[in-house]
């Protein structure tokens, strides 16, 4: 199966930082087409630092990144910028909606920036929306909306762009337990249905038994335990953690 992701032998520090401790050292894996993958940590242990340097909004001090098969270090500038904006999409902990644009607009804020027309695409958008239930709602601000709803909305404009990878960074940190499990299903249901390769990193147990694959960081490196799915139980990642020490 081709790879969507490659990483290899990642070094991290960040300036000012203690060089003797990077953030993250031989830090090697690769996520395929289509698969879910999770990368645990404990907080402050370098996770969205991880998902920076795979966007290219951070650069690792060594260590290849290759996307689509492309190392991002032999791009140009314009080159990273466009392959970011064509492989990944993202979904946030505190989802990054813009405030003043309705559901429906958020949504459709990656056809414009690939130069489309949203307003061409309304019944593609509105499906999207209906996808994650939220058909009634496309016409609401941002505001209005529970937590869960807003990284409903925020997965539905993930969807629109059509990237094959989504880097998603705590996704339900910042949602009730409830909402949470909902946009973990959802997810799921987004690699399965559409083929997206998802990149997940988390410290909640059991947003990871969604994954394929799960992998551990500790002080900066891959553990070699990893947990393969399907069906991953909460007791197995909690075992690992334990094991672990983190
Ligand atoms: N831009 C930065 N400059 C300096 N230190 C940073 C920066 N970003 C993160 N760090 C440090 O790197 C470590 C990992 O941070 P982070 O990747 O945010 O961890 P996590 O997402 O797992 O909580 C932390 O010690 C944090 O303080
Ligand atoms: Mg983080």
Do not use: W
Not at 5 to 12: A, G
Not at 47 to 68: C, F, N, W, Y
Not at 142 to 162: C, D, F, T
């Amino acid at each position: 199966m081709a790879h969507i992701l490659r990483v290899s032998d990642l070094f991290k520090f960040h300036d000012g930082g203690d060089q003797s401790a990077p953030v993250l050292k031989n830090v090697a894996f690769h996520v395929d087409e289509g698969e879910f993958v999770c990368v645990m940590g404990p907080s402050g242990s370098g996770k969205s630092t991880l998902l920076h340097l795979v966007s290219g909004l951070d650069q690792p001090q060594a260590g290849a990144i290759e996307l689509r098969g492309k190392d991002l270090r032999k791009l140009s500038e314009s080159e990273r910028t466009r392959l970011r904006r064509d492989a990944i999409a993202h979904v946030f902990q505190f989802f990054n909606l813009l405030g003043n644009l309705t559901v429906l607009e958020n949504v459709g804020l990656p056809l414009s920036i690939a130069g489309k027309r949203p307003a061409l695409e309304e019944p593609y958008l509105r499906s999207l929306l209906s996808r994650v239930g939220l058909e009634k709602r496309t016409g609401a601000f941002p505001h209005q909306l529970s937590g869960g709803e807003m990284q409903r909305v925020s997965i539905a404009r993930a969807l629109a762009g059509g990237q094959p990878l989504i880097l998603a960074d705590e996704p339900t940190g910042n949602l009730s337990q409830k909402a949470g499990l909902e946009v973990m299903q959802l997810l799921r249901r987004v690699c399965e249905e559409d083929r997206r390769a998802i990149l997940l990193v988390t410290h909640n147990p059991r947003d990871a038994t969604f994954a394929d694959r799960v992998m551990f960081l500790v002080d900066g490196e891959l553990s070699p335990r990893v947990l393969r799915g399907p069906g991953i139980a909460v007791s197995d990642v909690h075992e690992a953690l334990t094991e672990l020490a983190i």
